[in-house]
C-alpha cells in the first residue's frame, strides 16, 4: 500500500502540523466554485464521479450534533471551513433525541437549513444527516423531515443526503433497508438526481453485508465510519470494507475520526497512517468529525474558539490541525483549478 507524504509524517510525529498558514483563506470571489466545477455527483459501480464522469473524492468537516453544537450552524463558520479549511462538503448532524428534533423539530430544522444556504450562497456540498441510532423507530420523522429538505432543495446539486447515521446492532435486511426504501420514495419524489447515503448496521461498518442486498436506486452509496486509533477499528475493519468494495459497493466515509470510537483517548498515530493511507488507495470521499470546543480528542477547537470561524493555530486541537492539514492538502488541486477556470 503506497504511503503519501502526509502519512508518513503523521508516523514519525506530528511537529509537522505546526507548520502551515493559518491567515491565507482563499480568494472569495473565485470565478468558479466547487459545485460549479463538478456538478451533480453519482455512483457509477464503486466510484463516486462528477458531471463529466470524473472519479472524484470529497473532503471536509462534520458539524457537531445540532442540539449540542448549534452556535456553529452559520455562515461565518461554513465560509471559513470553505476558505481556510478548503472544505469542498460540511456534513450537518440534526440531532434526533435527547433534546433533538423529536422535542424541538422546528428549531433543529432551521438549524440544518442555516447550513444548507450557506453551503449553497458558497457553492459547496451539504451532507444532510439524520444523526440517529434507532431511525427505524422514527420513521415517521425522518420521512417528513427529509420531505420538506427535497420540497425545498431537491433542485440543487449542492444536497446530499445521509438518511440514517449509525445503526446499532440491527439487521440490514429487516431494519434498516426496509427504512431506508421508505424514506427513499419519499425524497425522490422530489429530488430524482442527487447522491443518498445509507448507513450499515454496527454503528455504519458492516458494508459488505449491505451490498449482498443493495438498495434498488441507482445514485445510493453506503456509509462507512471509522475511528483510528481504537482498539477494534484495526485491519479486520478495513478488511470488511476490501470485501465490499469487491462486491460492487460505492461507500462515502461520512463519519471518521483519529481518535477512539468514544471521541477520546490516545491518538494512535502508526493506526492512523495506516487509515489514512487506506482511505487514500481508494480515494474515498471523507467528512471528519468534528467541528465543535467539547473537551475530547475528536473535537477539532479548544474550549474558547469562536463559533464563528476565523481560528488561530492556537484555537486547533491535535485533531483540528492534523485534519485541516490533511484536507488543504487533498482538496489542494480543486481549489487552485477553481481560481483559474473561468465560467
Not at 77 to 87: F, G, T
Not at 130 to 147: G, L, P, R, T
Not at 169 to 183: F, L, N, Q, T
Request: neutral net charge.
Amino acid at each position: 500500500m503506497k504511503i503519501s507524504r502526509l502519512t508518513i509524517f503523521l508516523v514519525i510525529s506530528f511537529s509537522w502540523l505546526e507548520a502551515g498558514i493559518f491567515n491565507d483563506a482563499q480568494n472569495t470571489n473565485q470565478s468558479l466554485s466547487v459545485v460549479d466545477y463538478y456538478g451533480v455527483i453519482r455512483v457509477s459501480g464503486t466510484k463516486i464521479i462528477d458531471k463529466n464522469g470524473n472519479h472524484i473524492a470529497l473532503h471536509g468537516m462534520s458539524l457537531f450534533w445540532s442540539q449540542w453544537g448549534g452556535e456553529f450552524y452559520n455562515e461565518k463558520c461554513i465560509q471559513w471551513l470553505r476558505d481556510d479549511w478548503r472544505c469542498t462538503i460540511v456534513r450537518v448532524p440534526c440531532g434526533i433525541d435527547k433534546n433533538g428534533y423529536l422535542e424541538n423539530p422546528e428549531r433543529e430544522l432551521n438549524k440544518v437549513m442555516n447550513v444548507i444556504d450557506a453551503c449553497i450562497k458558497l457553492g459547496i456540498y451539504v451532507l444532510i444527516d439524520w444523526h440517529d441510532h434507532k431511525a427505524e423507530n422514527h420513521i415517521a420523522q425522518s420521512k417528513e423531515f427529509f420531505k420538506t429538505i427535497a420540497q425545498k432543495y431537491g433542485n440543487t446539486p449542492n444536497i446530499l443526503y445521509e438518511i440514517y447515521n449509525e445503526p446499532v446492532r440491527v439487521s440490514w435486511s429487516k431494519v434498516v433497508k426496509p427504512y431506508a426504501e421508505d424514506v427513499i420514495k419519499v425524497i425522490r419524489k422530489y429530488d430524482p438526481d442527487n447522491l443518498i447515503i445509507v448507513g450499515t448496521p454496527h454503528w455504519s461498518q458492516d458494508v459488505e453485508i449491505a451490498i449482498d442486498t443493495p438498495i434498488n436506486d441507482s445514485n445510493v452509496a453506503y456509509a462507512f465510519h471509522f475511528y483510528s486509533s481504537d482498539r477494534w477499528h484495526k485491519q479486520n475493519f478495513r478488511d470488511k470494507v476490501n470485501a465490499a468494495v469487491a462486491k460492487g459497493a460505492p461507500i462515502f466515509i461520512t463519519e471518521y475520526g483519529i481518535s477512539e470510537a468514544n471521541g477520546d483517548g490516545v491518538i494512535d498515530s502508526v493506526e492512523t497512517a495506516r487509515w489514512l493511507a487506506f482511505v487514500d488507495q481508494y480515494k474515498f470521499s471523507t467528512c471528519n468529525w468534528s467541528i465543535t470546543t467539547k473537551v475530547e480528542t475528536s473535537s477539532a477547537l479548544k474550549p474558547g474558539a469562536s463559533p464563528f470561524g476565523s481560528w488561530s493555530e492556537l484555537d486547533l486541537t491535535i485533531s483540528g490541525r492534523t485534519i485541516r492539514n490533511r484536507i488543504r492538502e487533498l482538496n489542494n488541486d480543486i481549489f487552485n483549478s477553481l481560481r483559474t477556470t473561468k465560467k
